[in-house]
């Protein structure tokens, strides 16, 4: 097996707030191997966004990080200054949640492309990549003049693409890239990003909420469960025969493709995702479990194999039993 | 088995209750609102104080002719003489009083009518909805001082007139402000609720309208007083205020006309000014205080 | 900017101007049944005088009369006679407002320049001391009166230091031209200037810096940053320019407000310009030049909202592209 491209380890991440620390992201690891897309999933605030920012350290001053973020062997969280700057864009970038928010309403989308270029200097005819970008994502390169409101919902996730790959990175991550977007849309991103991936040999980390899409788009995923992943593996797996109760949960939850109508409480599971400043004692999850075991509050279950390189973290498959 | 009565209203009151001291335990950790507090609670102090801490008959020339004139704060402490030897400390603490008064009434007016316009012009849809919304807007580009300055001159000058000139100039933001707030409450989905339950008018607006934008009412009529008391000084500058009612705005305006400046009498035209400032800033601490208590959208946007 | 957005904002203003000048006439005239009278309070007119003073301000004839006439005269920019120098109010106010317009001018860049950068400085190193004492000086320069601001200059720069002159916009007697001239009026202009830019800059200062906070939550600004731009790359071509925008509104609606909001500041420095026409039309009270001045006042608030509602048109794309 080839060396993994990026490996996180034991990453923890608090953000600061009025209200005290929120601790969102508690001790995750996971590779990621070169040209592989590894899926991760997990309803709303369970930290998924938090990842990504802390991959390429772009987390609110003040966000305390642990843990490290091996890029080829370099912790990204030690680099200084400037090494980092080169790192942003150039081998990690992100397309970002949320469309609307993440382009600047007062700047040509182009100019916003081509800024990410002549920052790196990676090309010397700026103008002249943005058009091949924006034709490569399916767009006519005459929309480098547009304003982000004057692009529907498609068009913007298309130019945010466009501009992750500006820099020609070798990890892409891609954060809920379709959520927004009506079913039709969604379907065309989808099959653009792996038509990407396939062709740029990119290695890619897919955010989503929605296992089903994983199983569509990756070979490996993770779910992940307050800030936690719970468990690991084969994506077509993990969403046929999940072994976390969680994981089953969520894979019910979406028995099609893009749909989104549960995507505040998946799978009419009872209780709110936990908040991340008050997280239950033991398995965080054994509130809401429906298969939950007297022990469960008190015995904090890691993640444990279960079987043809999967891994889950429950007292079930620690049992050896299915749930 | 008991039952113990609860009334939907002592259960609203309870609730009212609760939120209200939610809200004072977290103004007590705000520390600029509880700086503008503190000042506050000084000056107010010190207006109600006035005939205990200072002499009335100081105020009024013909009581002062044995006193020296322009004389400084050691001649004649604490605060000195000005050109008719009138104590400077007596008209301090006593135009703290009109200043004051001035400020709060005028807040007051303003925002009763600030209120019940944007109310009905948010609540109410229609013609005479709509000849309020405009009226308020041209009222907006009405320039405060010049309006203030013909009203008051065609009323004539006496502390009543001036609180109803400024009352009357100064509500068109807080209409603007609270129909706004109105217009989005009215959106959610309660509101639509008790519609179709076949609620009154007057029930939405006395139930679910008034609790829910008095708090941005209250932090505005907050942040309305320091512009009264503003709009008070210059008024009085301007030789408009009560030429009977000592306030800190006429004490600057005779200061000027008596040369003060040239003479280079600080202790007659500082303290006014610094009064001033201590209340205009003491009120705005207060208000951005609670607007960001209070109003939902400041307090996601602090996070 | 879309056509569609221009005459209708260009249709408002009309609109208001027209409430403006019905609202002047009905001020002077209507809410007080006869404003000779209360405006002559404590004076003893005889009859004769009193017939005099309607007619000479138009105020015979009925209601109706008077105002088709104050309509009339208003379109042809005829304002009546000053009681006071018997001048025409028009030709009085447009002498007068080039002093107000250059001291408001040069008021207002500077307090808008100062302002904006202090609004920067304390937004960027938010809770730090720097950001504490800019933020106190604004608030201090917000809450001090204006004219008491220019007094505490007076005394120390004119009265007790002797830099620069107490008040007036050139040399009593001087017969200087030219550069000296210009030299002169702007040594005159000094102290008047830099108090309506202080009284003025700490707004500016506050509203550029809540805007700048708010602006710097923004998702865009991380995309930014993960690009690989430097912080001050992003702060400066992200941050400011987006959120300038309703601070540049903000100063253009402000520059009509300050136009008259000048007044005690004018009064205190002897500066001929609207504001001392204004105070001393007050002691008259000449009627006819308030209601002018009013006029003009209004006229220009109007005016100057245009001009940012056009201003916003122009600068942010999301209202200038369909
Ligand atoms: N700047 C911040 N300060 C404090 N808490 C934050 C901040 N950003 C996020 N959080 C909290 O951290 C937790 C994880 O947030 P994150 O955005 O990573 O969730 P997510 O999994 O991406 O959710 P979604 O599916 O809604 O995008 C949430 O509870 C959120 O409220
Ligand atoms: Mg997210």
Known sequence: MTAPLLSVRDLHVTYRSEAGPVPAVRGVSFDLHPGETLGLAGESGCGKSTIAGALLKVLPPGTEVTGEVLLDGEDVLQMKPGRLRAVRWTEMSIVFQGALHALNPVQRVGNQIEEAIETHRTTPAATARVAELLELVGLPARRAGDYPHQLSGGQRQRVLIALALACNPRVLIADEPTTALDVMVQAQVLELLERLQRELALSMIFITHDLSTLSYVCRRTAVMYAGRIVEEGPAEEVFAHPRHPYASALAAAFPLIGDHSHRMNPSGLPGDPPDPRAIPSGCPFHLRCAVVQPECPELDVELWPAGDGRRAACIHVLAGAAP | MSSIAVSPRSIAWQRRRRALAQAWAQYRRHLPGMIGLGVLVVIVAMALLAPVISNHDELRAVNTVDNPTWATPSEFPPLGTDNLGRSVWAQFVWGARISLLVGLAATLIAIVIGSVVGIAAGFYRGVGSAVLMRLTEWFLVIPFLPLAIVLAAILGPSVRNIILVIGITSWPSTARLVRAQVLTLKERLYVERSRALGASNRHLIGRHIFPNVSPIILANLTLTVPIAILSETTLAFLGLGDPTRASWGKMLDEAFRAGALSRNAWWYFLPPGLGIMAVVIAFTLIGSALEEILDPRLRERRK | ?322
């Open chain 3, 1 to 322: 900017m879309s056509f569609g957005y221009f005459s209708r904002k260009v249709l408002a203003a009309l609109a208001t101007l027209a409430f403006v000048v019905c609202f002047n006439f009905f001020l002077f005239r209507v809410v007080e049944s006869d404003p000779v009278a209360s405006l002559f309070r404590g004076r003893n007119l005889t009859p004769a005088q009193r017939l005099e003073l309607r007619q000479e301000f138009g105020l015979d004839g009925s209601k109706g009369e008077q105002f088709v006439r104050y309509l009339q005269q208003t379109a042809q920019l005829n304002l009546g006679r000053s009681y006071r120098s018997n001048q025409p109010v028009s030709s009085e106010i447009r002498e007068r407002a080039w002093p107000t317009i250059a001291l408001v001018g040069v008021s207002t860049l500077f307090s808008a320049i100062f302002g904006i950068l202090i609004g920067i400085v304390a937004a960027w190193r938010r809770r730090t001391k720097a950001d504490y004492g800019w933020t106190g000086f604004s608030m201090a320069t917000y809450s001090m009166p204006d004219f008491w601001l220019g007094m505490l200059l007076l005394i120390s720069f004119a009265v007790a230091l002797g830099w620069f002159p107490v008040g007036g916009i050139t040399d009593t007697g001087s017969d200087a031209t030219g550069v000296a001239k210009l030299f002169d009026q702007a040594h005159h202009m000094f102290l008047p200037a830099l108090t309506l830019t202080l009284a003025y800059l700490g707004e500016y200062a506050l509203v550029m810096r809540s805007s700048l906070l708010d602006t710097m939550r923004e998702d865009y600004l991380t995309l930014a940053r993960a690009k690989g731009l430097r912080d001050v790359v992003v702060r400066n071509r992200h941050a400011v320019p987006n959120a300038l925008l309703p601070v540049v509104t903000l100063i253009a609606i402000n520059f009509g407000f300050v136009l008259s909001g000048a007044i005690a500041v004018e009064t205190i420095f002897s500066w001929p310009g609207l504001g001392l026409l204004t105070y001393d039309a007050l002691k008259g009270p000449d009627l006819p030049m308030l209601q002018g001045l009013f006029l003009v006042f209004s006229a220009a608030v109007i005016f100057f909202n245009l001009v940012a509602d056009l201003l916003y048109g122009f600068l942010d794309p999301r209202v200038r592209t369909p």
